[in-house]
């Protein structure tokens, strides 16, 4: 079956940091990436999304390569701001399956 | 900009009593959703709805079902609550109905059982 797994459950770093979330999927189909975000008191949006095996995908600064060879889709930031605080979800849609599956989710807190 | 509307934000029930969840979409979108959000941050699709097909998680329970109007509105009801149904539901919508779809979602209404 389709799986994603996250395996930070809460990262906490200091503004201007590094951001390093790990992502790792598992599908037979063919799939599409995602990160979504959500801040609090709001529904996930949209933060980056890639359809092609190792394409990068990029959004206000934040970067994920889809690597099928490792089947992974990490979500990287150079320098971490406080307006970061959210939670960020992996995302993996696969061809033949009407579902989204979302990753158990990473609380990122920023401190300033 | 929100685009997905859900009433209420919030509701406190008893176990047994039946609620209701409206949600409206604004982007002339042809698909909708349901999504229970649990404490944990945990997102499980329950249902996806166009004007031809309605398609249920499998592990849903029938005490829920989706009541829609037009393809701009989907509603949620659950005929009698349980405490396991405490959780935030998010209704969110879809151009069009493959899963790679970019997803819109409302706010959430969050649901607790006393």
């Known amino acids: 079956g389709n799986s994603v797994t996250q395996m930070q459950g809460q990262v906490t770093l200091s503004e201007e940091e590094f951001l390093f979330i790990n992502c790792t999927y598992s599908?037979?189909?063919?799939?599409?990436l995602f990160w979504y975000v959500q801040y609090p008191g709001e529904g996930p949006q949209l933060l980056l999304k890639?359809?092609?095996?190792?394409n990068k995908g990029s959004s206000r600064g934040f970067e994920a390569t889809y690597d099928k060879g490792t089947t992974s889709f990490h979500l990287q930031k150079a320098s971490v701001q406080e307006s970061d605080s959210a939670v960020y979800y992996c995302?993996?849609?696969?061809?033949?399956?009407?579902?989204?599956?979302f990753g158990s989710g990473t609380q990122l807190t920023v401190m300033p | 900009e929100t685009a997905v509307f859900q009433t209420p934000n919030y509701h406190v029930t008893q176990v047994g009593n039946e609620v209701s969840f409206n949600c409206k979409q604004t982007?002339?979108?042809?698909?909708m959703y349901w999504y229970k959000q649990d404490s944990k941050k945990l997102l499980k699709i329950m249902f996806s709805?166009?004007?031809?097909?309605?398609?249920v998680n499998e592990t849903v329970p029938r005490r829920f079902s989706p009541q829609s109007s037009d393809k701009a509105h989907l509603n949620l009801r659950i005929k009698s609550v349980e405490p396991e149904d405490s959780a935030v539901y998010l209704c969110?919508?879809?151009?069009?109905?493959?899963?790679?779809?970019?997803?819109?979602f409302g706010h959430g209404t969050k649901l607790s059982v006393l």
């Open positions: 969110a919508s879809s151009k069009g109905t493959i899963s790679n779809e970019r997803l819109f």
């Open positions: 599908t037979t189909g063919y799939p599409t």
């Open positions: 890639v359809t092609t095996a190792n």
């Open positions: 995302v993996l849609s696969s061809s033949g399956s009407w579902q989204l599956i």
């Open positions: 982007l002339g979108h042809d698909t």
């Open positions: 709805y166009n004007n031809k097909q309605l398609i």
